[in-house]
C-alpha cells in the first residue's frame, strides 16, 4: 500500500535534508525528526511512503495528490504557512479526495486548536478549565481581574513566546490589556490571559484501539529547583533550549505514587470526556493542571500531538508497551474505521 506523509515544510528546511537538523531552531528540526520517525516505521510495517510539504498552495496540492493516487494520507500538519490557525485547511482539503487520512477530522481539529473556542465548549460541557480574558472581553467592559495570569496564543503550540515574562499580576485591566497588546505579535497575532493556577501538571496521552480510546501512562511535568519566586510553566526553554535551567530542571515523570490514584482516575475520565466531546481521531494527549484543593482544570486538548521518539506522547506510549510500530498501526486502523 501507498500513503503519503503531510506535513507543514519548516521554512529551515524540509524532511528530505536530515543533515543539516543541528543548524535550525529545535522546534522547526522536531518536525523533520517526527516526519523521519513515522516514515521509518511506516516502511518497517510494509508501506511504500512518500512524503509532501503542505502549504497555501492547495491547487498544486490537490494535482499531486491525484497524480499520485496514495491509499492513505498520514497527516502530521501542524500549521499552515507558519500560522497555526489554519492547521485545520489540510484535513478540510483532504475531506474531498475520498482518502483515508490519520487523526483527527477538520472539525475536531479547529475546535482544539481554537484555545478560546476549546475552552468554551470544555466550560458547557461542565469539564473545569482555567478563567481566561480576551482582547474582545476589554471591547466589552467585561473583565475582572483574579490573581496572576498567563498571555498565551490564541492558536500557536509549542509554547512558542511562553517565558516567565508572560505570567503578570495585573494591578488593573489597563495594564493586562497594554501587555497583552505587547505580546500578541509574538504569540501569532492572537491572545489571551489565562488564570495562572499554581499546582501540579499532567499530561494524558491517548489512543485508540479496537475497542475505544486507551488511556497511556499518564506522565506528571515536575518542575525542580523552582524556587518559590519562579512560576511553573512548561515554557519554550523548558521544551526547546537544552542549555536552560528550565530544559534541565523541568522532566516528565511516570512514578506517580498509590496516594494519586484517585487523582489519576478523574484525570482519565475526564480525558475520555474529551475525546468524545472533540470527536477526536487516532490519538491526542490532554494537559491539566491541579489546584492545591486536588481540582483539575484541562489546560488543552491536543488532537495531533508530537509523535517524534522523544515527545511526551511516544514516552508514554513506551510506558505502555508499545513501539512506534505499534502506535503506527493502530492509528491507521482507525483511520480507515472513520473513513
Known amino acids: 500500500m501507498k500513503t503519503i506523509i503531510v506535513y507543514d515544510r ?6 528530505s535534508d536530515i543533515k543539516g537538523i543541528n543548524d535550525i531552531p529545535p522546534d522547526h528540526a522536531d518536525v523533520l525528526i517526527q516526519v523521519q520517525s513515522v516514515r521509518e516505521a511506516l516502511v518497517s510495517i510494509g ?10 498552495n492547495l491547487d498544486g496540492f490537490k494535482d499531486m495528490i491525484s497524480h499520485s493516487s496514495p491509499d492513505l494520507i498520514f497527516n502530521l500538519v501542524e500549521s499552515v504557512g507558519g500560522r497555526g490557525s489554519l492547521i485545520h485547511l ?6 474531498t479526495f475520498n482518502i483515508p487520512y490519520t487523526g483527527s477530522k477538520t472539525d475536531a481539529m479547529y475546535k482544539t486548536s481554537n484555545k478560546c473556542l476549546a ?16 482582547l474582545e472581553d476589554f471591547k466589552n467592559n467585561d473583565v475582572t481581574l483574579n490573581g496572576e495570569y498567563i498571555i498565551k496564543s490564541a492558536w500557536e503550540h509549542a509554547s512558542i513566546g511562553l517565558d516567565d515574562a508572560s505570567i503578570i499580576k495585573p494591578a ?3 495594564e493586562l490589556l497594554n501587555e497583552m497588546q505587547k505580546r500578541k505579535v509574538s504569540l501569532g497575532g492572537m ?9 501540579r501538571e499532567f499530561n494524558l496521552s491517548m489512543l485508540a484501539g479496537p475497542d475505544g480510546p486507551e488511556i497511556l501512562r499518564p506522565a506528571e511535568i515536575r518542575f525542580l529547583s523552582y524556587g518559590s519566586s519562579k512560576r511553573k510553566i512548561v515554557g519554550y526553554d523548558a521544551k526547546w533550549a537544552e542549555e536552560t535551567f528550565e530544559y534541565s530542571n523541568t522532566v516528565r515523570s511516570f512514578d506517580l505514587s498509590n496516594d494519586d490514584l484517585p487523582l489519576i482516575q478523574r484525570l482519565k475520565e475526564i480525558s475520555l470526556k474529551c475525546w468524545r466531546l472533540f470527536n477526536i481521531g487516532g490519538y491526542c494527549r490532554v494537559d491539566f493542571r491541579v489546584d492545591k484543593a486536588n481540582n483539575p482544570f484541562v489546560l488543552e486538548v491536543n488532537a495531533n500531538p508530537c509523535i517524534s521518539p522523544n515527545a511526551g506522547f511516544m514516552a508514554a506510549a513506551g510506558q505502555s508497551g508499545l513501539k512506534m510500530e505499534d502506535v503506527i498501526k493502530r492509528i491507521i486502523n482507525d483511520s480507515k474505521n472513520i473513513l
Not at 90 to 95: I, K
Not at 119 to 134: D, G, H, M, Q, V
Open 90 to 95: 489540510a484535513p478540510a482539503l483532504f475531506d
Open 119 to 134: 475552552k468554551e465548549l470544555l466550560r458547557a460541557n461542565n469539564i473545569l478549565t482555567p478563567a481566561y480574558i480576551t
Open 172 to 174: 488593573s485591566s489597563r
Open 191 to 199: 491572545c489571551f490571559a489565562e488564570q495562572y493556577i499554581d499546582g
Open 10 to 15: 519548516p521554512a529551515f528546511g524540509d524532511a
Open 47 to 56: 508501506y511504500e511512503v512518500g512524503e509532501a510539504g503542505f502549504d497555501l
